[in-house]
């Protein structure tokens, strides 16, 4: 017994002041000076704590000598790590609890908290009794036991690799080019820390370095994206590569972030007769990690030229809108397609549709176009122009046809807009249109994720008379019960639907049965896309309100619409 209480780690000095025995405050102090790491040490007989002064300057605390400290720590640790920490800090030594490693994040000077880990070990004393609780803390948003992010090889270092490679390499001994990428490391960093950021980084350079060792290096290109050249594999190579590094990170990163996983994304290309320079192997890469993250992300794509032809065709067609744009949009017109009575069969409006005929690069299907503008935001301005230019024409047909639609096709984007309405609303003053025979198109996509938005847009709309369309119902996921609460005029049946009804009983009974339900709560329903005869019969007794489609006329321009409608009076 007498043996142990010399055996203390601290003793009391004058008066009640602890002192620290030398030997041990001598090999403390060295060890500190020698480390990144924050160092502890304990006499689990009094409780008290001796801390490094770094510990002590990074979370402020009292004194680098503490009894009893889970107060201080209750300040400074997170509060949802709270429990685990109180609770590893009060079994150590307790029950063969002999190892403490835990993570936890703590407050530091500047107010930021800071993800740490804390792994410590209990001594005992000859008597069996636990004696010492000894330590490392490591602040995992600045050093790692692989050193920091300053030191990851830097892009330089990639391009003179890549220059020598390819300078040396034959055809015949492909090698690859890899750039791995971390998901939404923005949404990361604000929803942890920048600091936490940096760890993450840091983490996910060591499981590539580790995943790959000694069949290539791992270059940092920005702050979230490395860049891994590998000799001689195939594609499966390193999609089995890949899929090891997403399961090395799941398993890491789950030990540190709970409710978050970390998701990298990553493009590869090979050296080949058109990859064959350093700019060429790092553009193909940066355009396969683009595709593979706009097409959902934690996912490896093998570059393919069709990917930089199609990019490229982007780039321009989106500075060909632009120069358009300046000039008021000179080379888009629209054409009209028109809606026909099922049950006449005469005419009972038109559908305006852009056209775009491009001097550099010809007539551009809107399927192109539109997503580029929508993108762009263009669709705002020329979709203006679209509504106005439609109403002029549709003046025109008034004349023959009172009761004459025009419709016209809304992006998500211009519905947004807050003054969509009230855009809308001067327009129709303008050009003096009777509201009540306009139909704006809305694809069911942009309706169902906008709901909020829409529904107040809707009512203003509504409120100036326009009646509203669902495009391309059944491409999207809005349920017959959300219909419900919509209050539109019109469902607008996607074309799939005629197709599948040819071939399916039960795809015809659906389509009954939504047209049924359409009509329940006082919808009129369009079937798109009738091509042929044998489609209309087919859906014609099913209850259809409208046709369109190419079997009733193709989109035309003005002109011919006016003549069709003269020729029908
Ligand atoms: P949408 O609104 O579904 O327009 C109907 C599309 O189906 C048109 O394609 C039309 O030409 C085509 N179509 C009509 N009948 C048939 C048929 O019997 N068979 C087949 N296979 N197709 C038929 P288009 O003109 O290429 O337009 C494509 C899409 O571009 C439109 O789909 C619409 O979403 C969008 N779009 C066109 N003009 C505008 C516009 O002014 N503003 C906006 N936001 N989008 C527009
Ligand atoms: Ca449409
Ligand atoms: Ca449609």
């Given amino acids: 017994m007498k043996k142990t209480t010399e055996r203390n780690v601290f003793s009391k000095g004058d008066g009640d002041k602890l002192k620290i025995q030398d030997g041990i405050k001598d090999i403390f102090t060295v060890l500190s000076e020698l480390t990144d790491n924050y160092l502890y040490i304990s006499d689990m007989k009094t409780g008290v704590f001796l801390y490094s002064p770094q510990l002590v ?94 030191s990851i090889q830097t892009r330089k270092r990639l391009n003179k690799i890549l220059d020598e490679k390819c300078l040396n390499s034959s055809l015949s001994e492909q090698f690859a080019v890899i750039e791995i990428d971390i998901d939404n490391m923005e949404q990361l960093n604000a929803m942890y820390s920048r600091k936490t950021g940096d760890f993450i980084i840091q983490e996910v350079y060591n499981i590539l370095t580790d995943v790959l060792k000694d069949k290539g290096k791992v270059y940092k290109l920005e702050a979230n994206c490395f860049c891994v050249v590998i000799d001689t594999v195939t594609e499966n190579d390193i999609a089995s590569l890949f899929s090891e590094i997403q399961n090395e990170i799941d398993s890491v990163m789950s030990q540190y972030l709970s409710t978050e996983s970390i998701h990298v994304s990553a493009g590869c290309t090979f050296y080949t007769d058109d990859v064959s320079n350093r700019d060429t192997l790092l553009r193909s890469c940066d355009v396969a990690l683009r595709y593979a993250k706009n097409n959902s992300k934690n996912h490896l794509t093998f570059y393919d030229n069709s990917m930089w032809e199609r990019e490229k065709r982007k780039y321009l067609m989106n500075t060909l809108l632009e120069k358009s744009s300046k000039r008021k949009f000179p080379d888009f017109y629209l054409q009209y397609q028109p809606l026909i009575l099922a049950d006449s069969q005469k005419i ?36 203006l122009a679209v509504f106005r230019q439609a109403i002029k024409d549709g003046k025109k047909y008034l004349a023959y046809s009172p009761d004459f639609y025009m419709s016209v096709n809304v992006s998500v984007k211009q519905i947004t807009q807050s003054d969509f309405a009230e855009e809308i609303s001067r327009i129709i003053e303008e050009e003096q249109f009777p509201p009540e025979n306009i139909v704006l198109e809305l694809t069911e996509s942009c309706i169902v994720e906008n709901i909020d938005e829409f529904n107040s847009t809707l009512q203003k709309l ?30 607008k049946l996607d074309k799939l639907f005629i197709r599948d009804i040819m071939h399916s009983l039960e795809s015809k009974m659906f389509i009954k049965t939504v047209i049924e339900f359409a009509h329940f709560i006082g919808y009129k329903v369009l079937q798109e896309g009738v091509e042929t005869e044998e489609e209309f019969n087919e859906i014609k007794p099913l209850g259809i309100d409208y046709i369109q489609g190419y079997l009733f006329g193709r989109p035309q321009n003005a002109e011919q619409i006016t003549e069709k409608l003269c020729r029908a009076m």
């Fill in 462 to 491: 509504k409120l100036l008379g326009l009646k509203i369309a669902i495009d391309d119902f059944g491409t999207g996921y809005s349920s017959l019960g959300l219909l419900k609460n919509l209050h539109v005029d019109y469902l």
């Fill in 57 to 150: 300057e990074i979370f402020q605390l009292p004194s680098n000598i503490l009894k009893n400290p889970l107060p201080v720590w209750k300040e400074i640790v997170h509060p949802e790590d709270w429990e685990e920490f109180e609770k590893a800090n009060t079994g150590i030594g307790k029950n063969g609890n002999n190892y403490h490693s835990i993570y936890f994040r703590a407050k530091a000077f500047d107010g930021e908290y800071v993800l740490m880990k804390c792994r410590g070990k209990v001594v005992f004393d000859d008597g069996g009794e636990p004696f010492i609780f000894t330590g490392i803390m490591t602040e995992l948003g600045f050093a790692n036991k692989r050193g920091s992010l300053s």
């Fill in 348 to 383: 009972h409006g038109v559908e305006a549709l852009l056209r775009w005929n491009c001097p550099e690069l010809g007539a551009v299907s809107p399927v192109e176009f539109i997503p580029a503008l929508e993108q762009n935001g263009l669709i705002v301005p020329l979709g």
